[in-house]
Every structure is written in C-alpha cells, then in structure tokens.
T-cell receptor
Framework: GNSVTQMEGPVTLSEEAFLTINCTYT??????LFWYVQYPGEGLQLLLK?????DKGSNKGFEATYRKETTSFHLEKGSVQVSDSAVYFC???????????FGSGTQLTVLP | DAGITQSPRHKVTETGTPVTLRCHQT?????MYWYRQDPGHGLRLIHY???????DKGEVSDGYSVSRSKTEDFLLTLESATSSQTSVYFC???????????????FGPGTRLTVL
C-alpha cells in the first residue's frame, strides 16, 4: 500500500537558519505530492504541490522537488522565520478519488 | 478560503453514545473526505464521498459510518462511541480528481471529540 515517511521532530531552529524536512514515499502508479502546514489550533493549509517527476513546488520561500528516482519530496527553506513555526505534513494523493496519505507530521519551532 | 464549516467544533461525550459530526461546504465540490488526526499518525482517512449517496471506506473506517444526501453536507456518525475514537476530526473537499491534476484538498477547521 501507499505510505509516507517523514523526518521525526520536533525540529528547533534559530531565525534565518536553513530548513530541511525529509519526506520519502511508497506508492503505486503516479501520485501527486504535497506539503501541508498546520498552525496551532487550525486546520491544514496547502503549502505547495508537485504532480509529476522533477516538478518543483514552491510557495512563501519553501521549495520541494518531486524526485521519482529516490522517491522523495524534501521540504526546504533558506531562511526560516518565527512565523514559520507550525506542523508540516508531507502527503501523496492516489487512488480513484485521489485520497491523501499523510506522513506523521514534523513540528517546527523557530526561535527569535 | 474555501467555504467549509464543521459542527460541532468541540464535543465531549460518553462511551456508548452515538455521535454525528457535520461537514458543510459552499463550494459545490464533488469530493468530500473525513480524516482523523492523532499524535504520531498524521491524518488518516476514515471515509470519503465521490458524489451524492456515493461513499467508500478509507484506511480506518471501523466504527464509523457516513452519509451524503446533498452535495453540500457530509455526515460522520459514530454509532457507539469508544475512547479510542477520541481525536480531532477534519473534513476536506476537492473539486475534481485526475492523474494529471493537482487534486488539491481544502480542509475544514476540525472538530475535537473527547469520548470519556
């Protein structure tokens, strides 16, 4: 079956540090890949997405590249801010209704 | 923001009682989903719907049923709540699905359910 494995947290960084959150996946067919972000007390928001191999998704300074050869979709940001503190979820969409399979989430805390 | 509301937002109930959670959308999206969020598990799919009266099971469907009699409403029912169903429940919607498309899902604000 499908699965998503995320780097375990929590991750604590200082402001302006470089961020990498690793994500690898197992899936049949041609999944789409996503990063969602959840701020405290809120629902999930789509951060970025990629629908085919070698696509790069980007938003708000975050980037991730769909690497089919390594089955990975690592999230990166060059300079994090305190406002980036949240839980980040990697996910893939597959199946007839493109159901999402999520990783376990990575808690990021950015200190001033 | 996508027009998705969930009700109630918080509920405390006792083991063995029935509970119904409601998801309401104003986007006229075809697909609707129920997930539960638990520490260490991310979100897991309970049930989903691909149209009025068309539903199917997800990864963790045992103990849950759903109904969709109108495009805008998707109900999740716990027939006899158990403590293991204490969780945060999220509804999501999607306009369309395809291999080539982005298949973006939009999430509601969540319902925190506690079963004592």
């Amino acid at each position: 079956g499908n699965s998503v494995t995320q780097m375990e947290g929590p991750v604590t960084l200082s402001e302006e540090a470089f961020l990498t959150i690793n994500c690898t996946y197992t899936a049949t067919g041609y999944p789409s890949l996503f990063w969602y972000v959840q701020y405290p007390g809120e629902g999930l928001q789509l951060l970025l997405k990629a629908t085919k191999a070698d696509d790069k998704g980007s938003n708000k300074g975050f980037e991730a590249t769909y690497r089919k050869e390594t089955t990975s979709f690592h999230l990166e940001k060059g300079s994090v801010q305190v406002s980036d503190s949240a839980v980040y979820f990697c996910a893939l969409a597959s199946g007839s209704a493109r159901q999402l399979t999520f990783g376990s989430g990575t808690q990021l805390t950015v200190l001033p | 923001d996508a027009g998705i509301t969930q009700s109630p937002r918080h509920k405390v109930t006792e083991t063995g009682t029935p509970v119904t959670l409601r998801c309401h959308q104003t986007e006229n999206h075809r697909y609707m989903y129920w997930y539960r969020q638990d520490p260490g598990h991310g979100l897991r799919l309970i049930h989903y719907s691909y149209g009025v009266k068309d539903t199917d099971k997800g990864e963790v469907s045992d103990g849950y049923s759903v109904s969709r009699s109108k495009t805008e409403d998707f109900l999740l029912t716990l027939e006899s709540a158990t403590s293991s169903q204490t969780s945060v429940y999220f509804c999501a919607i999607s306009e369309s699905v395809s291999l080539a498309g982005s298949n973006e899902q939009f999430f509601g604000p969540g319902t925190r359910l506690t079963v004592l």
